[in-house]
């Protein structure tokens, strides 16, 4: 870890980061600053923002950074967070109060989604550099209140888009920039969560379109993002489709909670939470605090998002794009073909009967979340040019970490910020906010009954070509 790697230096840094570009050489170096480091405070200590934001951050940056404050409306949780990140800063459920004691660096935000963007504008307009987890926020008005906050701001707001960094999806990008099979002309693009992950989300608050903006927004802005990135444009049109017909009011019976359901001898979908150590520390014991229950009723009358969505996509380079995500898929998994000029690339990722698979379906998520080094194992992508054979190229991929993305974007950030990184992996408030109104413009769609452009949304204009 290069200790010279200093607080200053990371603010210098920091609009190079939103803006996806590098900084020129002759500003890498600053003086050291012997004994600063970077201040932070997280608000929400939920589990992504005590473990990846928290946690891994103490354990491979201690030396460049520290945490001055954590933020949450749950007493309980707070004081979990401490020890599971095992710092001992002060802890707020007022966020104002901790910014202007605390005087952060920059803040962390993984509260819900719903949330973010109130945090977001506060920390821009308190004077801080703001890094949110995806999706930015969940509705066009929100969006436009956080693009106008870092215009006034002169502060910076970065987005965790995680799976960019992944080798595998990294490898994508570079074959599509070297114009492997031409110009991309078309996508097809089919995202698969199993009974496991997919389920998930509705037994939490994801399950409510109010905090989680639908599975539109919060799920497949990964993807969206992912879109945007490898086809280096901008959307411009939405025509989508969704229903809820497997989860929610569909279930054939409900109960408070799988902990006292008298349906678990019925019920396909039963999960015990208490079986987990860390989640009946981190919520169980704690809902009493607010009333979170994390592992509701994925049959509950209140849910009221899609669980089968798809939409064609429109790209100001006129690439046409088919997406789908199904949230009861057998196994999880995705497969991408993009078609172009001069041939055709295909990807996928853990569909069981087309790759040897050692992991279970029950094992895959938390696989994938796990931040501890796995092993290296390599995976096909699928290239055909125009009256050639096939080629498959084999890239070297990773379990844990969402694919060995979430370490590389951490290192970005905070060890090698002046880096300079062809693929453009970096993300700003441009690339949150193209990725969401994807999301968006197709829930208006849904309840409009016609194609939405996204024009109407934001006040941003779409590019062909993206920066």
Known sequence: ??????????????????????????????????????????????????????????????????????????????????????????????????????????????????????????????????????????DEFKCQEIIDAERR????????????????????????????????????????????????????????????????????????DLLNWWLDSDPEEVFAYGDLEHYGSNGPFRGNNCRDCEHTDKCAFHWDITKNEFLTNLYTKNEHHDGYIRDNCLFREEINIYDKMSAQIKYANNVFVNYSLTTYSPFEGWRIAFNGTDGRLEAWQDIPYVEEQDVSQAELHAQEMNQKAGDIYYKPLITHNLWSDYERIMVGNERGGHGGGDKRLHDKIFVHPEKEDPYERAAGVRDGAMSVLIGVAARNSIESGRPVRIAELTDLQPRAKRI
Request: hydrophobic share 40%.
């Open 153 to 224: 701001s002169n502060k910076n707001l970065i987005v965790g888009f995680n799976y960019r960094w992944s080798p595998y999806m990294t490898k994508i990008k570079e074959l599509l920039m070297e114009e492997k099979i031409g110009k991309v002309t078309s996508v097809d693009f089919n995202w698969y969560l199993n009974t496991y992950h997919g389920a998930s989300y509705f037994r939490r608050w994801h399950g409510l379109r109010q905090a989680g903006g639908t599975l539109w927004v919060h799920k497949a802005t990964h993807h969206f």
């Open 1 to 138: 870890m290069p200790t010279e790697i200093n607080r200053r230096h990371f603010l210098t840094m920091l609009s190079s980061l939103s803006a996806g570009t590098a900084v020129a050489g002759s500003t890498l170096w600053s003086p050291i600053l012997k004994g600063e480091k970077l201040k932070i405070a997280l608000v929400g200590t939920g589990i992504r923002g005590i473990t990846f934001w928290g946690r891994r951050l103490v354990e491979k940056y201690s030396d460049i950074l520290e945490f001055v404050g954590l933020c949450d409306i749950n007493p309980g949780r707070l004081e979990f967070a401490l020890k599971e990140m095992q710092v001992s800063c002060p802890t707020y459920a007022n966020f104002e109060k901790m910014v202007q004691e605390r005087k952060p660096d920059l803040v962390i935000v993984t509260t819900k989604d719903s949330n973010h963007h109130e945090f977001i504008i506060k920390g821009l307009d308190m004077g801080c550099d703001v890094l949110t987890e995806k999706p930015m926020t969940t």
